[in-house]
């Protein structure tokens, strides 16, 4: 737990609905009360905000993850933001703890969208003045934006959870290329070695497993992701795992998305454990009627408790990245 400190009265947090749970938790930290907005839709389907006390001349943090659905929890986010500037917030940050559309941050093929920019030239549009976000899908998302960005790591969270399990003989795993300087930085925590999963996707929805770069035989591995989607990856990836050799296969990732049929994968996987965050709200009565005490959940609310402190009292947040 991060030490508290003093919390000027012109700080104040507000959430939406997307993740109304981490906000709260993220007040208990700062030992502030959650701010009072009531969101809520017209007969017509629109989103209705009205902020419900006064926010003239302080510096504002939004809580709104832009998970499933996603379109919802973004507009939801906009309108709180306009409805904030027509208040008179001296400055408002976005505290994104997922950044919806992350996956579409460049052209594959030829007429396709770059929609991570889209979004963030909404939020600028807006009014924000500042995003607050944690684990990036990728790291250029940060130059989409002409307003400072935040981007927190949850990789010391997940790094001593499993330092504290005791395990033996440990090799980190990156599901594919592209992550690999975020499993090796992981590796790194653990001083233990890695190992990299060659893939190929025939489509968005399809996955092979090509090749396992690095040793895994008679070892337990980590398989690190920054997000679990619909687990096609990470399932395939634990079973080349398992015939490599690996003794053991544990999971981890910051966003838990989960879209189907991603908890019955994991329930059919060779996985042993997979351990995610609260960025995305999660059902814990359904996580654990479908796949038992396999998946663990740590909360990231003191990491953006200490990132807002920071932030609001003008101090570096640097030394929280990792």
């Known amino acids: 737990m991060f030490g508290f400190v003093e919390i000027a009265q012109h700080l104040k947090v507000f959430s939406g609905t997307a993740n109304p749970f981490l906000a709260q938790e993220i007040c208990w930290y700062l030992d502030i009360p959650l701010g009072k907005v009531d969101v809520g839709r017209f007969p017509n389907g629109e989103i209705r905000v009205r902020i419900e006390e006064s926010v003239r001349g302080c510096d504002v943090f939004v809580v709104q993850p832009t998970s499933p659905p996603a379109n919802d929890h973004l507009m939801e986010l906009l309108i709180m933001i306009d409805a904030l500037n027509r208040a008179s917030a001296e400055r408002i ?5 997922f950044y919806g559309y992350c996956k579409q941050d460049r052209k594959t ?3 396709e969208p770059i929609s991570a920019k889209l979004v963030a030239n909404l939020l600028t549009t807006a009014g924000v003045n500042r995003v607050l976000t944690m684990d990036l899908h990728a790291g250029q998302i940060q ?3 002409d307003i400072p960005v935040d981007n927190l790591a949850a990789q ?7 330092s504290a399990k005791g395990l033996k003989d440990i090799v980190v795993v990156s599901p594919d290329v592209g992550g690999t300087a975020r499993a090796r930085n992981f590796a790194n925590f653990l001083g233990v070695d ?3 999963i060659d893939k190929h996707r025939p489509s968005y929805s399809e996955v092979m497993v090509m090749n396992v770069i690095g040793e895994v035989k008679g070892k337990n591995a980590i398989i690190v992701d920054d997000l679990i989607d619909t687990a096609a990856t990470l399932v395939e990836g634990a079973q080349a795992l398992v015939e490599h050799g690996a003794k053991r296969v544990y999971a981890c990732a910051t966003h838990p998305l989960f879209s189907e049929p991603a908890l019955d994968r994991i329930s059919q996987s060779c996985i042993e454990e997979v351990v995610v965050t609260n960025t995305i709200c999660c059902n814990r009565e359904t996580l654990h009627r479908r796949v038992g005490d396999r998946v663990k959940i740590l909360s990231v609310a ?3 408790a200490e990132a807002i402190k920071r932030i609001h009292g003008e101090r ?3 030394e929280l990245f990792i």
């Open 316 to 318: 570096s947040v640097s």
């Open 93 to 97: 940050t976005a505290v994104i703890p």
């Open 156 to 162: 010391s969270l997940l790094a001593r959870y499993f």
């Open 143 to 145: 130059g989409f934006f």
């Open 194 to 196: 890695l190992a990299v």
């Open 109 to 111: 093929k030829g007429r």
């Open 302 to 304: 003191p990491i953006f």
